[in-house]
């Protein structure tokens, strides 16, 4: 006689109720659903589904970077991406303590080399819809007049003229930036595209020794 639906062999049953531990790579055709706790490594993992979710979008954050010399010569870059069903928000965090400005409106800071803060993807970023930066920290002893701009090259480098670029003006701040005054993104940069920081006035050449900036963009899942 045929056993019912909800039969299970006694060898299944004993496996389904003691701990296991996987000493090869296993495969699972269907999704894995796992009840109770276990853990990693020997490390009990207590955070949630929708954490865990979480920490699989942010290391998306890895793939958004600044160019080699940002990374050296600023005081720290921290960047994020985020996703919330098909909003797509990524953050760039820089202490520009250690970067440089010239005398020159519309010139490139950054340190000697290439400087872009970041490249901008459909992939990762999204298509981008709106866009602001606020300061967090006033800039000293450089340019504190910052404006952002992205162009289409990758090899923008420290104290060239962004006009010399294929570029797009994203934000002009048309005077010092302030603490707590966001200033949005009157244009939006495009697929592909990368991230500059130039000196607005032009008026003060020096390495910054404070200044604390976040740029935030948001985009739509394309």
Known sequence: MSQPSTYVPKILRKFLNQPHVWRKTQTFIQALNLTGAF???????????????????????ALVTPSTVISASAEAVQTSVLR??????TTIAIDITGLKSVATAGDIIGDTGVSYLAQITTAINGVIYKGEINCGEVPLTGDDDIDLYS???????YDGAIGDLTETALMTAGAALAIGTANP???????????????GAGDTA??????????????TVA
Do not use: F, H
Request: overall charge negative; cysteine-free; glycine content about 10%.
């Open 39 to 61: 853990q990693i490594g020997g490390v009990a993992v207590n955070a949630t589904a929708a954490e865990l979710n979480k920490m699989d979008d942010s290391a998306a954050a």
């Open 84 to 89: 919330t069903g098909n909003i797509i928000k």
């Open 151 to 157: 162009a289409t090259e990758a090899t923008g480098a």
């Open 185 to 199: 993104l009157t244009a939006l940069p495009a697929a592909d595209e990368y991230l500059y920081l130039t000196a």
């Open 206 to 219: 020096g390495t910054y020794t404070a200044g604390r900036l976040i740029i935030e963009l948001w985009g």
